[in-house]
C-alpha cells in the first residue's frame, strides 16, 4: 500500500511552467509504476502521462506530448510532472496515482490516488 501526497499546483499565466511533486508514503513506492491525470468537471480523469516501474519507460497524452515531462526519484519516493508552455486548456486539477498493474492509461487501473492539485493557467 502507498499513501500519495501531492504539491506545487497554482496560478501561472500562459506560456509559463509548473512541476507538480507526489510523494509516496512506504518502502515499496519503486515497484508501483506511477500516473498523472486531470480532471475537469464533469467529465472522467484523463490520462496525462505514465513511468513504469521498473525500466522508467512513458508515455504522454497527445495533448501534453512535447510540453510536459514525467519523471521519478525513488531514493526520494517522489514522482514528478515538469509542466512547461502551459494553455489555459491546461486547467484542470491534477492527480498523481500508482498502479501494480500493466494497464496504464485508464485511471481506472490505478489502485492508489494523491489528493488533487489545482492548476489553473490564465491566458
Known amino acids: 500500500q502507498v499513501h500519495l501526497v501531492e504539491s506545487g499546483g497554482g496560478m501561472v499565466q500562459a506560456g509559463a511552467s509548473l512541476r507538480l511533486s507526489c510523494t509516496g508514503s512506504g518502502s515499496t513506492f519503486s515497484q508501483y509504476t506511477l500516473g498523472w491525470f486531470l480532471q475537469v468537471p464533469v467529465r472522467e480523469r484523463e490520462f496525462v502521462a505514465y513511468?513504469?516501474?521498473?525500466?522508467?519507460?512513458?508515455s504522454y497524452a497527445d495533448s501534453v506530448n512535447g510540453r510536459f515531462t514525467i519523471s521519478r526519484d525513488d531514493a526520494k519516493n517522489t514522482l514528478y510532472l515538469q509542466m512547461d508552455s502551459l494553455k489555459p486548456e491546461d486547467t484542470a486539477t491534477y492527480y498523481c496515482a500508482a498502479t501494480s498493474g500493466l494497464v496504464v492509461r485508464n485511471s481506472r487501473a490505478y489502485d492508489y490516488w494523491g489528493q488533487g492539485n489545482q492548476v489553473i493557467v490564465s491566458s
Open positions: 513511468i513504469r516501474a521498473p525500466g522508467g519507460a512513458y
